[in-house]
């Protein structure tokens, strides 16, 4: 089973910026998407953003043009940068990975609190 460890969680101001980082535990020679989900108080998980092996990504409207979202495969990692943070980007992070074989499968991370201060 793949482990997903999150970092770069925090409190920061309106307009700042941060990176979260979302490093896994094996070495992942096929994936399906990875990404980010979050989720805030009183509200269902919603999608992040997400990158695909071939580079597609994919964007919640609310964060195109702010967020940005790159991976290394060398170092089996994905990393969210986030500019331009607004009090609703305010949520816990989540970490996934969504492998196909043996069959689909999606790992999580253990989440990391995003606190933005208006």
């Known amino acids: 089973q793949v482990q997903l460890v999150e970092s770069g969680g925090g409190s920061v101001q309106a307009g700042g910026s941060l990176r979260l980082s979302c490093a896994a535990s094996?070495?992942?020679?096929?994936?399906?998407?990875m990404g980010w989900y979050r989720q805030a108080p009183g509200k269902e998980r919603e999608l992040v953003a997400s990158?695909?092996?071939?580079?597609?990504?994919n964007f919640e409207d609310s964060v195109k043009g702010r967020f940005t979202i790159s991976t290394d495969n060398a170092k089996n990692m994905v990393d969210l940068h986030m500019n331009s943070l607004k009090s609703e980007d305010t949520a816990v992070y989540y970490c996934?990975?969504?492998?196909?074989?043996?069959?689909?499968?999606?790992?999580w991370g253990q989440g990391t609190q995003v606190t933005v201060s208006s």
């Open positions: 990158i695909t092996p071939g580079g597609t990504r």
């Open positions: 094996t070495r992942i020679f096929s994936f399906y998407a």
């Open positions: 996934f990975l969504d492998t196909t074989w043996p069959s689909f499968r999606r790992d």
